[in-house]
């Protein structure tokens, strides 16, 4: 079965810059579309960015497009989630997800997921 692991997380300070890693392990990542969600206290869960099984499409949810990168390395079996420019208002638990269904927008078709890394952002 696929297993995912988040890591990279942390406290940094507003402007600053972190890496989420997304390393999944018992089947290829290669055959799933992964997307990255985040949640806050008392906030709906929601997509932050998702790509293609083969990345050559990706998407944003408009609060973080111009500061967020997604991609992934299937060679790797890793996905990335390159966070820039951040602001307090990313605060929030991110979450690795993936599924079979190609199209990444989909939100209630991913069914694998990781158990999250905090991302906290001071003024």
């Known amino acids: 079965q696929l297993q995912l692991v988040e890591s990279g997380g942390g406290l940094v300070h507003s402007g600053g810059s972190l890496r989420l890693s997304c390393a999944a392990s018992?089947?290829?990542?290669?055959?799933?579309?992964i997307g990255w969600f985040r949640q806050a206290p008392g906030k709906e869960r929601e997509l932050v960015s998702c790509?293609?099984?083969?990345?050559?499409?990706?998407d944003y949810a408009v609060s973080v497009l111009g500061r967020f990168t997604i991609s992934r390395d299937n060679s790797k079996n890793t996905a990335y989630l390159q966070m820039n420019s951040l602001v307090p208002e990313d605060t929030a638990n991110y979450l690795c997800?993936?599924?079979?269904?190609?199209?990444?927008?989909?939100?209630?078709?991913?069914?694998?997921w990781g158990q999250g890394t905090q991302v906290t952002v001071s003024p």
């Open positions: 018992g089947v290829s990542l290669a055959d799933y579309t």
């Open positions: 997800a993936a599924m079979l269904f190609s199209v990444c927008g989909v939100t209630e078709k991913y069914d694998y």
């Open positions: 790509i293609t099984k083969s990345g050559s499409t990706t």
